[in-house]
C-alpha cells in the first residue's frame, strides 16, 4: 500500500511535467510559425458592400418602449486568404467583419460587428465570397446612425489547442456610408 | 504517532491551503481580475471553449476591444459568463441634475469620463446576449462588468472542478481518500 502510493506519486508527478513541457514547446513553436508566415499582414478585399437602413420596433432590435430603432444590414464581397493562421495548434479561426464609425460629441466612438464565421479546418480558409449578407441586424446606441461613415475591416481570432490566444486584423479596408431610412420620403435627396 | 508527529502533519497542511490561497490572491492582484482563472461551464462557446476548459483573464486594459472574449457578471446572477465582444460604444455620460432616488442601486458614473458600453454574444448561440442582461439593461459596462479577457487556455483540465460541484458522490470520495492518505502518510 505504501509503495504503491508512492509510486503513484512519483508516476503522475512525472506525467504531470511531461504535460507542461510539451503544451509549452506545442504552444512556443506554433508562435515562431506563425511570426514566419508574417500572419499580420495578409490581405483582404471588401467590395461592392451594400447597405439597407431599415426601422424596428421590437426588443430584439434595440428598439425600448415601441420607439423606431435604425437597423442596418449588409450584403459584400470578400476575398480573403486565411489559410496561414492554421497550424498544429490552431483549433478554430473566428473571423469577423467590423464597422467602426464616429457618433455624436459624447460618443466619440463606435465598432460594431456585421458578419463572422467560425474556421476549423485549413481548407475552409480561402474565403471567396459574393454577395454575402450579413449575420446580424445592426443598431446603434444612439436611435439613428443613418449618413454616419464607417470603415470596414476583416479581423480574426485566433484559439489554440494549448496557449494564448491571438487577435489581429487583414491588410485593407472599405469605407462605407450608411444610408438613409429605406423607404422614407428624404430619402430622395 | 505521537502529538508531535500530528501536530506537524496539521502545520503542513495549514500550509498548504495558505500558499494556494497566497497565490489566488496574488494571481488577482497582478491581473487585476477578481477571479483571474475561471472553468467553461457551459456550451455557449463552443468549438472554441467546451465544458471544463481552463481559461486564464487579464483586466489591466482600459478597454477591451471588439472580438475579444470576455468574462463578465451579470447584477443579481451568480454565475459568470464567458461569451465574445461584438458591439462597444465609448460614451460620455451627461451630468445629470435630476436628484437620484435612494433606492437606486446603479452605481454612479463620473460626469466627463468616457464609459464603453459593450453587447455580448456566445460564438454557438443563435442570438446575442440581450436576454441574459438584467431586466431593463441593453448593455454592459466596462468597469462595472467585466471580470476580464481570456487570454490563455488549457483544454480539459479543469472537469475536477465540475464533478466536485455537481457530482456529490465523487467529492466525498476524494475528500475520503484525502483524509485516508493523511492518516496513513508516515514521515
Given at each position: ?21 510539451i503544451s509549452l514547446f ?64 490552431t483549433k478554430q479561426v ?9 457618433g455624436q460629441p459624447s ?83 | ?187
Amino acid at each position: 500500500m505504501f509503495s504503491a502510493l508512492q509510486r503513484f506519486q512519483g508516476i503522475s508527478s512525472n506525467v504531470i511535467t511531461a504535460a507542461i513541457w510539451i503544451s509549452l514547446f506545442v504552444a512556443l513553436s506554433s508562435y515562431a510559425q506563425l511570426y514566419l508566415n508574417e500572419f499580420r499582414s495578409l490581405p483582404a478585399v471588401i467590395d461592392h458592400v451594400k447597405a439597407v437602413t431599415t426601422l424596428k420596433y421590437s426588443r430584439g432590435f434595440g428598439s425600448r418602449n415601441r420607439e423606431p430603432k435604425e437597423n442596418s444590414r449588409i450584403a459584400f464581397d470578400l476575398t480573403a486568404d486565411i489559410s496561414d493562421l492554421f497550424n498544429w495548434n490552431t483549433k478554430q479561426v473566428f473571423v469577423y467583419l467590423t464597422a467602426e464609425y464616429e457618433g455624436q460629441p459624447s460618443i466619440p466612438a463606435n465598432k460594431v460587428t456585421f458578419w463572422n464565421k467560425i474556421i476549423t479546418k485549413k481548407e475552409d480558409a480561402v474565403l471567396n465570397l459574393q454577395k454575402e449578407r450579413s449575420s446580424f441586424s445592426v443598431w446603434d446606441v444612439e436611435d439613428s446612425f443613418r449618413q454616419r461613415n464607417a470603415s470596414l475591416k476583416l479581423e480574426w481570432n485566433i484559439q489554440p489547442h494549448v496557449g494564448l490566444l491571438l487577435w489581429g486584423e487583414n491588410k485593407g479596408s472599405y469605407e462605407l456610408t450608411f444610408p438613409e431610412v429605406k423607404g422614407s420620403s428624404s430619402a430622395s435627396t | 504517532m505521537n502529538l508531535r508527529q500530528q501536530l506537524i502533519q496539521g502545520l503542513n497542511i495549514a500550509m498548504v491551503v495558505c500558499s494556494a490561497f497566497m497565490f489566488w490572491k496574488g494571481l488577482a492582484l497582478v491581473t487585476g481580475s477578481s477571479s483571474p482563472i475561471v472553468v467553461v461551464l457551459s456550451g455557449s462557446m463552443e468549438p472554441a471553449f467546451q465544458r471544463g476548459d481552463i481559461l486564464f483573464l487579464w483586466n489591466r486594459n482600459q478597454y477591451v476591444d471588439v472580438g475579444d472574449i470576455v468574462v463578465y457578471n451579470i447584477k443579481e446572477k451568480e454565475i459568470p459568463i464567458v461569451h465574445r465582444v461584438m458591439r462597444e460604444h465609448k460614451v460620455i455620460p451627461e451630468v445629470k441634475t435630476k436628484k437620484r432616488s435612494a433606492r437606486s442601486k446603479k452605481p454612479v458614473h463620473e460626469p466627463g469620463k468616457v464609459r464603453q458600453l459593450l453587447l455580448t454574444k456566445g460564438d454557438n448561440n443563435p442570438t446575442d446576449d440581450l436576454p441574459l442582461y438584467a431586466y431593463g439593461q441593453t448593455y454592459l459596462d466596462r468597469e462595472d462588468d467585466i471580470v476580464g479577457k481570456v487570454m490563455g487556455y488549457i483544454p480539459k483540465l479543469g472537469y475536477v472542478t465540475i464533478l466536485i460541484t455537481e457530482n456529490v458522490y465523487f467529492k466525498y470520495a476524494l475528500l475520503g481518500l484525502l483524509g485516508l492518505s493523511t492518516l496513513l502518510q508516515k514521515e
